[in-house]
């Protein structure tokens, strides 16, 4: 059964730094698409940073890009997303999520089949 657990969520002044983590197990194949997805309360879900297994893209939002970066630890299954000049409006929950096997980034955030329990970024002075 495949299990992701994020981390590294916290409390950060405008400007500042965060480095989410999600430790996966549970895979049966190196191949696995994984991504951050993000939600405020009462907002639709956004889908920030993608790595998709069948070609090794990594993809952003473009309200992210330039500030978030993925990268992955493939010897200790981890992955992570690293957020610098934060703005308040990247204050939500965040959570990784993956579609298992060879696959691309989904344009449907519900074709992701496993979810972590996700963890609290707040940006706030």
């Known amino acids: 059964q495949v299990q992701l657990v994020e981390s590294g969520g916290g409390l950060v002044q405008p400007g500042g730094s965060l480095r989410l983590s999600c430790t996966t197990s549970g895979f049966t194949s190196d191949y696995y698409t994984i991504g951050w997805v993000r939600q405020v309360p009462g907002k639709e879900r956004e889908g920030v940073s993608c790595f998709e297994s069948v070609d090794g893209g990594t993809y952003y939002a473009d309200s992210v890009k330039g500030r978030f970066t993925f990268s992955r630890d493939s010897a200790r299954n981890i992955v992570y997303l690293q957020m610098n000049r934060l703005k308040p409006e990247d204050t939500a929950v965040y959570y990784c999520?993956?579609?298992?096997?060879?696959?691309?980034?989904?344009?449907?955030?519900?074709?992701?089949?496993?979810w972590g329990q996700g963890t609290q970024v707040t940006v706030s002075s």
């Open positions: 999520a993956a579609v298992p096997g060879d696959s691309y980034c989904p344009d449907d955030l519900d074709d992701y089949r496993v």
